[in-house]
């Protein structure tokens, strides 16, 4: 079993739709978690880190479970600049590197 | 914010030959840099740990002769990869952490990546 897995997708949404993703992690004593966005040919870069009372910032909403050892990330109203591959990305206390997940592949179409 | 900065952006080289890729934390001390690959259309896959002023840990099945890491200083890790073959071609990423307060929570802040292709 991954340490992170994700749904693949690809997810097609029109624009304006709410989407969700969720991941799921495998070691409970996981202690940080990311969402990172990964254009196409370019770096990860950094969405929102996730905390465990949820968090939102703008149109995105990340939540965290840790009974069920899930994450999931919200986009509301979307947009087409929105179309991206979303990495969840989990740490471990003490450990320095992090375990990123498959990714998720989104498209908004118009 | 954070900047790392990874140089050069694409590389294309002959098989057999030996290519080195730059990593500078810009505005911040790493004492720690972390470098990634990724094929197409799968994640990132951790290849090793670069630690300032001592050798880097390397992750499972990646070969430390091949890909040598130095990190010298605490702002510049460098990745070489020798004697690279068609199958190395692929996309490398270094990364960052500040150094301050609760590591494990700090977000990694990427460089752009290299596109290396082997011929």
């Known amino acids: 079993r991954k340490e992170v897995e994700q749904d693949p997708g690809p997810f097609n949404v029109p624009e304006g739709a709410t989407v969700a993703f969720n991941c799921t992690y495998s070691n409970s004593a996981s202690q940080s978690f990311f969402w990172y966005r990964q254009d196409c040919r370019k770096e990860p870069k950094l969405l929102m880190s996730v905390y465990s009372s949820g968090n939102e910032d703008g149109r995105f909403t990340a939540q965290l479970n840790r009974a069920s050892q899930y994450i999931s990330l919200l986009i509301r109203d979307s947009k087409l600049s929105d179309s991206a591959t979303y990495l969840c990305?989990?740490?471990?206390?003490?450990?320095?590197?992090?375990?990123f997940g498959q990714g998720t592949r989104l498209t908004i179409n118009p | 914010g954070a900047v790392v900065s990874q140089h050069p952006s694409r590389v294309i080289c002959k098989s057999g030959t030996s290519v080195k890729i730059e990593c500078r934390s810009l505005d911040f001390q790493a004492t720690t840099m972390f470098w990634y690959r990724q094929f197409p259309k799968q994640s990132l896959m951790l290849m090793a740990t670069?630690?300032?002023?001592?050798?880097?840990?390397?992750e499972q099945g990646v070969e430390k002769d091949k890909f040598l890491i130095n990190h010298a200083s605490l702002t510049l890790s460098t990745l070489t990869v020798t004697s690279a073959h068609p199958e190395d071609s692929s996309f490398y990423i270094c990364s960052a952490r500040q150094d301050r307060g609760r590591f494990y929570n700090s977000p990694l802040h990427f460089g752009n990546g290299t596109r290396l292709t082997v011929t």
């Open positions: 990305v989990v740490n471990n206390q003490g450990a320095q590197k992090l375990v």
């Open positions: 670069s630690n300032e002023g001592s050798k880097a840990t390397y």
